[in-house]
Structure formats: structure tokens, C-alpha cells
Nanobody
């Protein structure tokens, strides 16, 4: 059964950077989408970045465009989310998730994903 194990996160000051990791076990699906989501307190879960494991351009939400970068290392079965210029509104729980390629629905829609990591907290303070 596929599992996603997350690491990274923590507390950072405004303008700082954090890198999150998501390791797929036993391995990254050959043909899938892996995405990062976040959920602030009292807010709905928001899709922020996704990448196709078979290649192709990543997708980003407008809220993080230009500040966050998603990347994939097949050799390490790991997807990364590099977050730069962090702001207080970036505070929340961050999750990675995986879905088979070709599944209907917007690639950043949480309900279309069926394998989830446990989440990691990112707190940005001024």
C-alpha cells in the first residue's frame, strides 16, 4: 500500500525559507500527480502546487506563484516543496498527496487525491 512520509517544516520568520519533503513508499507512481496542499486554522484545505511524475510543467496556485517551487527526485522517491519569502498567511498544516494520472477533476482539488501524508506544520512569524 502506498504511503507518503513528510518531513521539514517548523517555525520561520517573515521572509524566510523552508523546504518540505514527501517520500513515497514503496516508490513514486510511474504515472501520477503529486501535490502539496495547505490548511490554515479555520480555513479549507487549499491546493498550492502539483507535479506529474511522468514529466511536464508543474501547476501552482496564484497565492504562492513565484515564491514556492515543487520538484521531484525519482532516485530518492521524493517530492520537495521549496518555500521562499514566507509570509504570515502561509502559516498552516502542509500535506502532500498522490493521485493516479488521468483522474478527472482539477489537479489541485483535494477531493481528487486518495493517498495523503500526515501533514507538517509551518508557522511564519513577524
Amino acid at each position: 500500500q502506498a504511503q507518503l512520509v513528510q518531513s521539514g517544516g517548523g517555525s520561520v520568520q517573515v521572509g524566510g525559507s523552508v523546504r518540505l519533503s514527501c517520500v513515497a513508499s514503496p516508490s513514486i507512481y510511474v504515472d501520477a500527480s503529486i501535490a502539496w496542499f495547505r490548511q490554515g486554522r479555520g480555513l479549507e484545505r487549499e491546493g498550492i502546487a502539483s507535479i506529474y511524475t511522468a514529466g511536464g510543467p508543474p501547476h501552482y496556485s496564484s497565492s504562492i506563484q513565484g515564491r514556492f517551487t515543487i520538484s521531484l527526485d525519482h532516485a530518492k522517491n521524493t517530492v520537495f516543496l521549496q518555500m521562499n519569502d514566507l509570509q504570515p498567511e502561509d502559516t498552516g498544516m502542509y500535506y502532500c498527496a498522490q493521485r493516479p494520472q488521468g483522474r478527472a477533476g482539477w489537479v489541485l482539488a483535494p477531493h481528487t487525491y486518495d493517498v495523503w501524508g500526515r501533514g507538517t506544520q509551518v508557522t511564519v512569524s513577524s
